[in-house]
T-cell receptor, first 114, second 114 residues
Framework: AQSVAQPEDQVNVAEGNPLTVKCTYS??????LFWYVQYPNRGLQFLLK??????LVKGSYGFEAEFNKSQTSFHLKKPSALVSDSALYFC????????????FGSGTKLNVKP | SAVISQKPSRDICQRGTSLTIQCQVD?????MFWYRQQPGQSLTLIAT?????????ESGFVIDKFPISRPNLTFSTLTVSNMSPEDSSIYLC???????????FGSGTRLTVV
């Protein structure tokens, strides 16, 4: 079975500090990994993806994620957090046998304080 | 990338009634997907809707409760039938932009059943 885990329900960080939102995956073979962000009362917005290639993936709004195969992780990072980054973040893996299906993590609420 | 319009954005409904949610995409897509996000939880795939065929439902979801229409390649509806308070959730439609970009989501419909 394929799955992703987000071990932290909530992450608190001060504005200007670096942030990390953790994600680990369980997938047979090479994974297709994604990060989405959900702002209040909004749908999910695509941030970035890892399919193949460089382990460091750069995405929207200054976010990046590092694919680590040995640790089966795909942590989301940003060097300097903004208050406007406060939102709900979801890690997801795409089912390689059924491309129609994504498995989402439970979500991590990011709070960036001024 | 595709733009998805979803209506209504929110509604408060009486138990026992039904609500139909509309999803319009600005380009033709083969498959459309409907997700449910219960309060404080992650996304769960309800069904996959292909144009010209019956929707494919995930385990735990049935057509009688969540009938879906897909009359053309740019439009789909999801009906939540005979609603109960347990149906209070955010319902999101999504389209598949392929292996590289993954899913794009609508802004969601926040349903409250009283």
């Amino acid at each position: 079975a394929q799955s992703v885990a987000q071990p932290e329900d909530q992450v608190n960080v001060a504005e200007g500090n670096p942030l990390t939102v953790k994600c680990t995956y369980s997938v047979s073979g090479n994974p297709y990994l994604f990060w989405y962000v959900q702002y209040p009362n909004r749908g999910l917005q695509f941030l970035l993806k890892y399919i193949t290639g460089d382990n460091l993936v750069k995405g929207s709004y200054g976010f990046e994620a590092e694919f680590n195969k040995s640790q089966t992780s795909f942590h989301l990072k940003k060097p300097s957090a903004l208050v406007s980054d406060s939102a709900l973040y979801f890690c997801a893996v795409r089912d390689k046998k059924n491309f129609n299906k994504f498995y989402f993590g439970s979500g991590t609420k990011l709070n960036v304080k001024p | 990338s595709a733009v998805i319009s979803q209506k209504p954005s929110r509604d408060i409904c009486q138990r026992g009634t039904s609500l139909t949610i509309q999803c319009q995409v600005d380009s033709q897509v083969t498959m459309m997907f409907w997700y449910r996000q219960q309060p404080g939880q992650s996304l769960t795939l309800i069904a996959t809707a292909n144009q010209g065929s019956e929707a494919t439902y995930e385990s735990g979801f049935v057509i009688d409760k969540f009938p879906i229409s897909r009359p053309n390649l740019t439009f789909s509806t999801l009906t939540v039938s005979n609603m109960s308070p347990e149906d209070s959730s955010i319902y999101l439609c999504s389209v598949d932009l392929g292996q590289i970009y993954g899913y794009t989501f609508g802004s969601g419909t926040r349903l409250t059943v009283v």
